[in-house]
């Protein structure tokens, strides 16, 4: 299992063998930005703007604009599809987008139909995209709330039994994080700063809805994990697991460095006992004879 926690947790990607499943965490932005993310504006939109934004979400697909501007390092697609499936010039967008190093978010609207969470993981992991499952927004009918979160454990188990999906999976990701650092250490008080997470799953919930859809992923979770204390273990053991790469990356390194420095002093020491060269200055005649001077 590979397993990345990088808001809440400090641990980093490690491989477990004796995991079934495939999960991976973190969340991609979070790289230096130069100007605030800009949220829900159009493809071409983009293009106009004066100041480029390092990260933009929400951004509609209307045209078929396949180069990524310049300067930007994250970017949110809208789903959008057709008859057949996903729209043509948003697949094209995202796969000129994620080939050219640009992260990519495919953002899936609550009212978004016939969505079928297989079918979306395999494409996104096919094309090295993270996918968000944005939620109905404030004051969203009870009916709504609850097809949101039916949507959530559909994906939630799809996301903790595929192994080739590397990126994230929003919220499911960050909360499952969330979950992994809280069995490390004290989480009271913590409260999410990424913007993305604020501005599309903080924003648009209340926290009592927040808490009820929090609750059906950690069932999920704990399901695929046999269980509280069957997750519980697993933490502890990737941690445990760190810990020794760790412990072991620090004796090799400092293993090779003892090394060098001993092949630096002997490399002096024998530089010292080397005899001088006879000197290439020419014998007079008396000593090219042999005669005493």
Same mark, same amino acid.
């Given at each position: 299992?590979?397993?990345? =926690?990088?808001?809440?947790?400090?641990?980093?990607?490690? @491989? +477990? !063998?004796?995991?079934? /499943?495939?999960? #991976?965490?973190? /969340?991609?932005?979070?790289?230096? *930005?130069?100007?605030? !993310?800009?949220?829900?504006?159009? =493809?071409? @939109? =983009?293009?106009?703007?004066? +100041?480029? !934004?390092a990260c933009v979400y929400g951004v509609d697909v209307d045209e078929g604009l396949f180069d990524p501007r310049e300067g930007v390092y994250e970017v949110g697609f809208l789903y959008k599809a057709n008859e057949t499936g996903l729209d043509e010039d948003l697949m094209d967008v995202m796969v000129s987008h994620a080939s050219a190093k640009v992260e990519v978010i495919l953002e899936i609207p609550a009212n978004a139909t016939d969505i079928v969470p297989s079918t979306i993981m395999a494409m996104a992991a096919n094309l090295g995209v993270s996918v968000s499952l944005l939620p109905p927004g404030l004051g969203a009918s009870r009916k709504e709330e609850k097809a949101y979160q039916k949507r959530l454990k559909e994906f939630c188990e799809c996301y903790l039994g595929k192994k080739d999906f590397k990126k994230s999976l929003f919220p499911i990701s960050s909360y499952l994080e969330y979950m992994f650092a809280s069995k490390l250490r004290s989480t009271r008080g913590f409260k999410p700063s990424d913007p993305y997470i604020v501005e599309r799953f903080v924003k648009t919930t209340t926290e009592e809805y927040s808490n009820r859809f929090k609750r059906k992923i950690k069932k999920v979770v704990y399901e695929a994990f046999g269980g509280s204390d069957g997750f519980r273990n697993f933490t502890l053991q990737v941690a445990r697991k760190i810990q020794d790469m760790t412990e072991e990356k620090a004796? /090799?390194?400092?293993?090779?460095?003892? =090394? @060098? #420095?001993?092949?630096? #002093?002997?490399?002096? *020491?024998?530089?010292?006992?080397?005899?001088?060269?006879?000197?290439?200055?020419?014998?007079?005649? *008396? @000593?090219?004879?042999?005669? +005493?001077?």
């Open positions: 299992m590979s397993v990345k =926690l990088e808001k809440t947790g400090g641990i980093s990607s490690v @491989e +477990q !063998p004796t995991s079934p /499943k495939g999960v #991976n965490l973190g /969340k991609t932005g979070d790289a230096g *930005q130069s100007t605030p !993310p800009v949220f829900d504006i159009t =493809l071409s @939109e =983009l293009w106009e703007i004066d +100041q480029v !934004p004796r /090799k390194a400092a293993a090779k460095y003892a =090394l @060098e #420095n001993q092949a630096a #002093n002997d490399s002096e *020491q024998d530089t010292s006992e080397v005899a001088p060269a006879p000197s290439s200055e020419p014998k007079t005649e *008396q @000593e090219a004879d042999g005669t +005493q001077v």
